[in-house]
T-cell receptor, first 110, second 110 residues
Framework: ETGVTQTPRHLVMGMTNKKSLKCEQHLGHNAMYWYKQSAKKPLELMFV???????ENNSVPSRFSPECPNSSHLFLHLHTLQPEDSALYLC?????????FGPGTRLTVT | KNEVEQSPQNLTAQEGEFITINCSYSVGISALHWLQQHPGGGIVSLFMLSSGKKKHGRLIATINIQEKHSSLHITASHPRDSAVYICAVQSNFGNEKLTFGTGTRLTIIP
């Protein structure tokens, strides 16, 4: 257990659905991240939040919309996704350059 | 060509063998991270190092900044070490953005 939780762990959604992924940490970390992990590809950074402010958007399509209401919670809102968006979505938080990862949400877009 | 290259991509060994996984990178870095990802997705940080060598139990990580190369060693390997090992580099201290390798899938056979 790293102290970072993610829900749901598995999600199947159609291309017209709207869903949200949730990440939570009570480690007192001020930086939080969303990553995408596709098969046979390196982890890709999607978004970074520092003290609730977005500091990095790695050219992510607008069908992915992050939200950080406070330093402990991070959401990824999903709408009109494509099948190629099927992947493992990982959340992380960091302290002194060390990152703590959640277990991930396995997303399948049908 | 990825900025972070790992070798081998897959490694199968017998229990008890000494394991070496290599990571080469092409950019200037402030730190290098070794991560472990078990089936199911969760990622755990093993080491963060910027010079020399670190040891934790049966795991040893070394880095040669001049040669832009790092190795992760596992002594007396055990089936529970079976996982994907990921190398990631950090360009600047305080800049949390990591660039990841594609990982090395390690399988230890009893």
């Amino acid at each position: 257990e790293t102290g970072v939780t993610q829900t749901p762990r598995h999600l199947v959604m159609g291309m017209t659905n709207k869903k949200s992924l949730k990440c939570e940490q009570h480690l007192g970390h001020n930086a939080m991240y969303w990553y995408k992990q596709s098969a046979k590809k390196p982890l890709e950074l999607m978004f970074v939040y520092n003290f609730k402010e977005q500091t990095e958007n790695n050219s992510v399509p607008s069908r992915f919309s992050p939200e950080c209401p406070n330093s402990s919670h991070l959401f990824l809102h999903l709408h009109t996704l494509q099948p190629e968006d099927s992947a493992l979505y990982l959340c992380a938080s960091s302290h002194r350059d060390e990152q703590y990862f959640g277990p991930g949400t396995r997303l399948t877009v049908t | 060509k990825n900025e972070v290259e790992q070798s081998p991509q897959n490694l199968t060994a017998q229990e008890g063998e000494f394991i070496t996984i290599n990571c080469s990178y092409s950019v200037g870095i402030s730190a290098l991270h070794w991560l472990q990802q078990h089936p199911g997705g969760g990622i755990v940080s093993l080491f963060m190092l910027s010079s020399g060598k670190k040891k934790h139990g049966r795991l040893i990580a070394t880095i040669n900044i001049q040669e832009k190369h790092s190795s992760l060693h596992i002594t007396a390997s055990h089936p529970r070490d079976s996982a994907v090992y990921i190398c990631a580099v950090q360009s600047n201290f305080g800049n949390e953005k990591l660039t990841f390798g594609t990982g090395t899938r390690l399988t230890i056979i009893p």
